[in-house]
């Protein structure tokens, strides 16, 4: 868990790679839709550009069929998911009737500035998903990726206005859940300041 910007998904990827569980981010699941052009992707768009949640019952359903796959059978590392309070009782029903509950909920915590100026500068490719910085990590060609030379665009929900809301959607909607997992004693809590090597072996301190 954390905010916008707090670096969730860079994290998580490491991690799940680290400890051979399946990643499954919603974020990238309906950005993926979207990309598709499916109903899912369609429905979800609107909410995702004006930096909104997409309703609990959509997201839910996605996770839900995403943890039967068989790559989730030994393991698995929610990313972004679940960000409201039903969408955290949904989950704790679909495990308990999995017998797998949580093991444990982390929190990259991140200042308020500092995130936001992460995300209003994040550049993602157009073709191969690779991000990069214009400040922290800026790519050799202006608006090139270093990857594969594809075209860097900014994600429709990175703009600044649309930070500002999601920023909100998460003090209104997601914190509440960070203090549900707190006041069970789930919660590790990992600064998220530094380069993203920094937080990874804070992450991995904090996972043993
Ligand atoms: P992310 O990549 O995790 O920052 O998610 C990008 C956007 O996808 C969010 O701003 C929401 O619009 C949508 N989204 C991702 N995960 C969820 C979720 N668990 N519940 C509702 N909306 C979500």
Excluded: N, W
């Amino acid at each position: 868990m954390g905010t916008p910007g707090a670096g969730k998904g860079t994290q998580a990827k490491l991690l799940a790679a680290r400890v051979g569980a399946c990643h499954i981010s919603t974020g990238d699941m309906l950005r993926d839709a979207i990309r598709r052009g499916t109903r899912l992707g369609r429905e979800a768009q609107r909410s995702m550009d004006q930096g909104l949640l997409v309703p609990d019952d959509v997201v839910i359903g996605i996770v839900e069929e995403r943890l039967g796959a068989p790559d989730c059978q030994s393991g698995f590392l929610l990313d972004g998911f679940p960000r409201t309070l039903a969408q955290a009782r949904a989950l704790d029903e679909l495990l308990t009737r999995r017998a797998e509950p949580l093991t444990s909920v982390m929190l990259i915590a991140v200042p308020h500035d500092e995130a936001v100026r992460r995300l209003a500068g994040r550049r993602v490719c157009e073709k191969c998903g690779a991000m990069a910085h214009v400040v922290f990590d800026p790519p050799a060609r202006p608006d090139g990726c270093d990857r594969c030379g594809g075209r860097l665009a900014q994600r429709d929900d990175d703009r600044e206005d649309t930070i500002r809301h999601r920023m909100d959607v998460y003090a209104r909607e997601t914190a509440p859940v960070v203090e549900h997992y707190r006041g069970v004693g789930l919660l590790r809590e990992i600064d998220g300041t530094g380069s993203r090597e920094d937080v990874s072996r804070r992450v991995a301190a904090s996972v043993g």
